[in-house]
């Protein structure tokens, strides 16, 4: 199972940008279509991004589309999470998750994924 570590987290005001970074440790993630979820007080985790193991395909949350950009380097066995635009609805625990295996199009749900990391807060202010 390959370990998951998210950075990049902190306050921003709205209107400014955070750039997320997901490190992993134990597996390549070369293996891995890898995903970006979010999860704000009292509600249940949501899909962001998620980006396949090559990169040579992405999908978006309506929410994000034209503001979130997800990557990869696999040289570096890191995912990122590129933020503009921010609004203070995004305010929220932003985990990344690793899924092995099941079609690219599927992977916007939680159950979908088999690794997770801890999570790093992001709080943006109005």
């Known amino acids: 199972q390959v370990q998951l570590v998210e950075s990049g987290g902190g306050l921003m005001q709205a209107g400014g940008s955070l750039r997320l970074s997901c490190a992993a440790s134990?597996?390549?993630?070369?293996?891995?279509?890898m995903g970006w979820f979010r999860q704000a007080p009292g509600q249940g985790r949501e899909f962001v991004a998620a980006?396949?193991?090559?990169?040579?395909?992405?999908n978006y949350a309506d929410s994000v589309k034209g503001r979130f950009t997800i990557s990869r380097d696999n040289a570096k066995n890191t995912v990122y999470l590129q933020m503009n635009s921010l609004k203070p609805e995004d305010t929220a625990v932003y985990y990344c998750?690793?899924?092995?295996?099941?079609?690219?199009?599927?992977?916007?749900?939680?159950?979908?994924?088999?690794?997770w990391g801890q999570g790093t807060q992001v709080t943006v202010s109005s």
């Open positions: 980006i396949t193991w090559s990169g040579g395909y992405t």
């Open positions: 134990g597996r390549t993630l070369r293996s891995y279509d």
């Open positions: 998750a690793a899924s092995r295996w099941g079609s690219f199009l599927t992977k916007t749900t939680p159950e979908k994924y088999d690794s």
